[in-house]
């Protein structure tokens, strides 16, 4: 057992006598929804315990054994295709296989789940809608479209808008856009908060997290001022900064850091 994880169960001792409250939510259009320091957060302080909504094995779901397009996904990845095909052709063909293997998967574990609502709920920077794929559509303003707004009726008798591209979230999208990898139950797992903290590149990161047994241990790795956004680092082992550290990124998240660090190389 690692240092860290026997630190865990005083974390929680911590955090539980403490109850402070750390951060808010806030939303801009620059941040998307983002995490806020709502007091002066010291260094070491544990700043949030989070229980997963969502735990999904890394392995695929089994009942997609079956399934003639899985099968022909994992065709691709394994490298099937050996025609003379370019090679941009066939790693846009791997990248398609990859994204569409994270849709069925997602969308055969999400099934099951009590959590659905708070799962659509959470960023998917990965949109790209497909034929089949599940998506969550609200404000339709046909009659058609009425009719599906009434079977995702949100609680607020909200206006009724025309379709936009963030109406087209994918579960496939949330879980590659907000996934974090937990070693012990060999599986990914979505968090309603973390899922919230945006990203910054090594020293611009100011609070570490550790992922054991479904939960996350959030700690601040430096004093952080009231009103600052708190910053994670989702490449934690990957240090290098520079263009690789951001196409690393792009290629996994689909986003293109904006952190102070990458500003700084600009
Ligand atoms: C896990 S979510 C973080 C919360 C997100 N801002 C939201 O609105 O829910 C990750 C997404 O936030 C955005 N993001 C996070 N960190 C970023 C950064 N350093 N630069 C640019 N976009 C970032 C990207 O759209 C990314 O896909």
Redesign the pocket.
């Known amino acids: 057992m690692s240092a860290m994880v026997q630190l865990l169960p005083m974390m929680e001792v911590v955090y539980n006598r403490k109850k402070a409250t750390y951060f808010k939510m806030a939303h801009s259009n620059l ?4 995490v806020v320091a709502v007091n002066h957060i010291q260094a070491g302080a544990v700043v949030l315990i989070e229980k997963a909504l969502h735990i999904q094995p890394t392995k695929n779901h089994p009942s997609l054994s079956v399934d003639p397009e899985y099968q022909s996904l994992i065709g691709i990845l394994d490298g099937g295709s050996t025609s003379a095909a370019s090679s941009t052709c066939s790693s846009t063909a791997h990248k398609d296989a990859v994204g569409r293997l994270a849709e069925l998967n997602a969308t055969a574990y999400v099934q099951g789940s009590t959590q659905k609502d708070e799962i659509w709920q ?2 998917d ?1 990965h949109r790209q809608a497909r034929v089949g794929d599940t998506v969550k559509i609200h404000g339709l303003a046909s009659e058609a479209g009425k009719k599906l707004n009434e079977q995702h009726k949100s609680k607020s008798k909200s206006v009724l808008r025309s379709i936009k591209p963030c109406n087209l979230k994918t579960l496939g999208g949330i879980m590659r ?2 996934a974090y990898h937990d070693g012990s139950l060999e599986a990914n797992l979505l968090f309603k908060e973390l ?6 590149c090594g020293d611009a990161a100011n609070v570490n997290r550790t992922i054991h047994q479904g939960k996350v241990y959030v700690v601040a790795k430096r004093d952080i001022a009231d009103g600052e956004e708190l910053l994670i680092d989702y490449l934690p082992l990957a240090t290098e900064l520079g263009r690789d550290r951001l196409e690393l990124l792009h290629n996994m ?7 102070s660090e990458h500003q700084q190389l600009a």
């Open positions: 941040r998307g929804t983002h959470l960023e920077s856009t907000n899922c919230r903290i945006n990203h910054a998240f689909n986003f293109w850091c904006q952190c």
